[in-house]
């Protein structure tokens, strides 16, 4: 079993003045194991396939990874954003399966 080692992403929605809630991210590193490496490539109408991880990585979760594993997005495997698709707690270990690049929100709210 490979290790893992990166950085997570999460997005919160917070309330920067009454009325207006903007999306502000945090990421987070952590450790642990990688359960399953796979890809594949999805045909697109565009010019290039689209690639999909079917990757699980088992984290050593920390208190903050437990209360907030409903807002991480995106891990960084392999010198790329990924999509979290699933996130399952399995105390004291969260299991991530990723899937499709990431493509979101990389800015942080200003505030």
Do not use: C
Request: aromatic share 14%; charged share 20%.
């Amino acid at each position: 079993m490979a290790k893992f080692s990166g950085e997570i992403g999460y997005f919160m929605s917070v309330e920067k003045e009454p009325g207006l809630w903007v999306e502000d991210y945090i990421e987070k590193h952590y450790y642990g194991d990688l359960m399953r490496n796979s890809n594949s490539f999805q045909s697109s109408s565009s010019v290039n396939d689209n690639i999909s991880l079917n990757n699980s990585i088992s984290i050593v979760a920390d208190p903050y990874a437990n209360e907030n594993f409903q807002h991480m997005r995106y891990v960084k495997f392999m010198g790329a954003k990924w999509k979290i698709t699933n996130a399952e707690v399995q105390y004291p270990r969260i299991i991530l399966t990723v899937g499709g690049v990431y493509n979101g929100n990389e800015t942080k709210s200003s505030g």
